[in-house]
């Protein structure tokens, strides 16, 4: 009975399971799905390359052995947390930017060392923590010896994050930023710069195979920004702003030969070091450096680009003689006399009227080579548009490389190098390091003569350079040392000289405190 009464329900044995045929046939479905699934998905090992999606890792560098070193670690708490990486690490970073704002800065610590657990890959936690070591925990301590180790500490936890991500150069980048500004432009500047070059554990980690000559933290510095352009020669792309970059090792090899200076080191060692921030200055103005307009531009062709439009402008000149003049002289005797009037007028005694009608006929008054060339004879006139489209390409590129020189300063910095080396310069660095030094010592007189001879060696300085003569930034810094010569004088109960040789600097620069 028992066997009638179970055939005779609906459905038999699937009844009895409890499946219907839609579920059976989706079980089968993933069955048959899970051998190509495994195929495509096999990893690569001693015997084989792996599956498809194994050698697209490999074909593309996307697999952790392209990317870095592999950390069993990292690995197992990916695997730990059952496909919900992403989520904890939501969690984490919330936690982390908890830690932060409260200043618990033991725990924030910790969050972001798992973190990298689970992203050791990502960049930022790398760059978030190193940050956090070597800045904000490092100024707890007192001792500046307990906040140099734990700058350091930042730094190793950097090289920590290199040896997972050797194709990231922005690693590269912030470990030679910590160990050029952290070290080099701290208040603890002197202790830190003489810590780092007596530090055998770190040079040891750094170069295990060899010795630097030079364990200067700005030329440590600068080494490593070299070895983050080189991964980036190297085709690995670069996710920052190119020109920034591509600057630092200029910057690291500028502020050694300032620190060096600093130091009270002159003579060959000094002019060395602003030979070597020329050398990376011109390597710099030669590299290709990607723009926003699409366009590669060298920061050294501006004057060549300006050359080029001047010998085309020229060039149109000597095609259409008296052109580009003529057409001018047409506008302005087409303007009103209301426009003439505004033009007359001086701009800061212009109305907000009188400013809309002059800027509306200064615009009428525009003439470009593009004008000219439409209207020249037909002869004349395709070789004329030809060139006014190279004059117009000269230009705007010489305008885009002014651009980007402005935004890292170039002028100054190529101006301060080609001045720093020579013996002038030299001269007025030294005599006003003696200067201070003899004042610092109560020594006035000795002081005095040293300040002077600054001074009488600045003004061979400005005299040689337009650009630093007109710098305000220049102007201020000689300014605090002539602040300190009146602050001598003062107390020699002598005057300041009425006649100063360095007064156009004075003009220049701001009020003094």
Known sequence: MSDRRSSSRPGGDRAWLGLRPGTLVALVAIAVLLVPLSMLSQPADSTGPGGLLARLRVANGLSQANLGEIDPTSETMRFATLGLKNIAVTLLWD???HYKKVEDWANLSATLE??????PNFYSVWDFQAHNLSYNISVE????????????KGIEFLRQGISFNTREPRLLGRMGWFIGQKIGKADEKVQYRRLFKADDDFHDRDNPDRTL??????????????????????????????????????MSAINYAKAVEDDGEFGPTAKDGWKLANEELARFAERDIETSWGVPIQLRLREVEEQRAARIADDL?????GRFEAMREERRAALTEEQRAAIATPSMERSEEVHRVASEAEGLLNVTWKMVARQAPPAERA?????AREFVEAQERA???????????????KASCEAEVTEPALKAREATWRGDTEFMAARLQSAKRAYEESFAAWREVLDASKVLR????TADDIAEVVGRYRRLLEQLDEPFPASFVLQDVLDLASPQP
């Open 95 to 97: 936690r982390a930017n």
């Open 114 to 119: 798992q973190m990298t657990k689970l992203q």
């Open 141 to 152: 301590f007192d001792d500046y010896h307990d906040r140099y180790a734990w700058v350091i």
């Open 213 to 250: 000559p030079e364990r200067d933290n700005w030329l440590v510095s600068r080494e490593k920004f070299r070895a983050g352009q080189a991964l980036v020669d190297a085709n690995v792309p670069l996710k920052t702003t190119p020109l920034i970059f591509h600057s630092e090792p200029m």
């Open 317 to 321: 000149e000597k095609l259409l003689p």
């Open 383 to 387: 070789q004329a548009e030809a060139l």
């Open 399 to 413: 305008t885009m490389i002014d651009r980007y020189r402005d935004i890292v300063n170039f002028d100054f910095w």
């Open 470 to 473: 007109e710098d305000p930034l």
